[in-house]
């Protein structure tokens, strides 16, 4: 074998090294994005709000105790909206479905009833919801 074709071996093996690393790093990337993105837990909103706002301006002892309980409403108020669009994301998704289940085959439905169902689960461990509030009840 010259060392020409040597060469080219072995360039052709580094070629073919480093796109499977590319392709391995890059699904690993995406296997994990999805799968820690499902592990975190929602944000306590109030604890946020509190924390930006420490952080932001710094209150008196006596200020403290004034704001909080406008921390509480306030937190209290952003969970809910959090609560209420997420219920209409899930219901909008379920119509969605609802009409696209006659286009489909048996096996296509049921593939799509196990996305689904593993959706409504998500949503309710992530956010503690009853399944009425993730949409698995009321489409």
Do not use: C
């Not at 909080?68 to 119509?95: F, K, N, T, W």
């Not at 439905?109 to 959706?119: D, F, I, P, V």
């Amino acid at each position: 074998m010259s060392n020409l074709n040597r060469s080219r071996l072995l360039a052709y093996m580094v070629v073919l090294f480093l796109a499977g690393a590319a392709t391995g790093a890059l699904i690993t990337w995406q296997l994990a994005e999805r799968h820690f993105a499902a592990l975190r837990p929602a944000p306590d909103i109030t604890a946020l709000l509190r924390d930006r706002l420490k952080a932001a301006v710094p209150l008196t002892a006596e200020q403290q105790l004034q704001v909080e309980p406008l921390l509480q409403q306030a937190g209290a108020r952003m969970q809910q909206m959090r609560v209420d669009h997420i219920a209409q994301y899930s219901r909008a998704r379920a119509e969605f479905y609802h009409q696209l289940e006659p286009l489909l085959t048996p096996a296509q439905r049921q593939s799509l009833a196990t996305m689904e169902n593993k959706y409504l689960e998500d949503i309710q461990r992530r956010y503690n919801l009853p399944p009425d509030k993730a949409g698995g009840k009321n489409p």
